[in-house]
Nanobody, 126 residues
Framework: QVQLVESGGGSVETGGSLRLSCAASGRSFSEIEMGWFRQAPGNKRVFVAGVKWSGGRRYNAFYADFVKGRFNTYRSNGGNWVHLQLNSLTPEDTAVYYC????????????????WGQGTQVTVAS
């Protein structure tokens, strides 16, 4: 069974940090884009960060503008895990964070997202 399983969510105070992880299983995802979306209460799900395979063992990360250098994403375990380091968190970062795999993650549409994780809650207290 192909699935993405997230871990690492939780509650922190403003200015704190968290690291989210997503493990892919059931097939190799090493050459597929993987990344993160988030959905805050009452809002639509939006792209946060992604990592694209660029050949060999090389990966390139890309981010939504609102990340502003606070978040860092990277792959591990042969490209089948993706992580999101969240730093300098604010209450506006409170959301359910979803791992995703597919194509064109930052393209503004979910049409080419082939797999989603179940989501993990991040809550930032003021």
């Amino acid at each position: 069974q192909v699935q993405l399983v997230e871990s690492g969510g939780g509650s922190v105070e403003t200015g704190g940090s968290l690291r989210l992880s997503c493990a892919a299983s059931g097939r190799s995802f090493s050459e597929i884009e993987m990344g993160w979306f988030r959905q805050a209460p009452g809002n639509k799900r939006v792209f946060v960060a992604g990592v694209k395979w660029s050949g060999g063992r090389r990966y390139n990360a890309f981010y939504a503008d609102f990340v502003k250098g606070r978040f860092n994403t990277y792959r591990s375990n042969g490209g089948n895990w993706v992580h999101l380091q969240l730093n300098s968190l604010t209450p506006e970062d409170t959301a359910v964070y979803y791992c995703a795999a597919g194509k064109d993650l930052d393209g503004g549409s979910d049409a080419e997202i082939s797999h989603w994780g179940q989501g993990t809650q991040v809550t930032v207290a003021s």
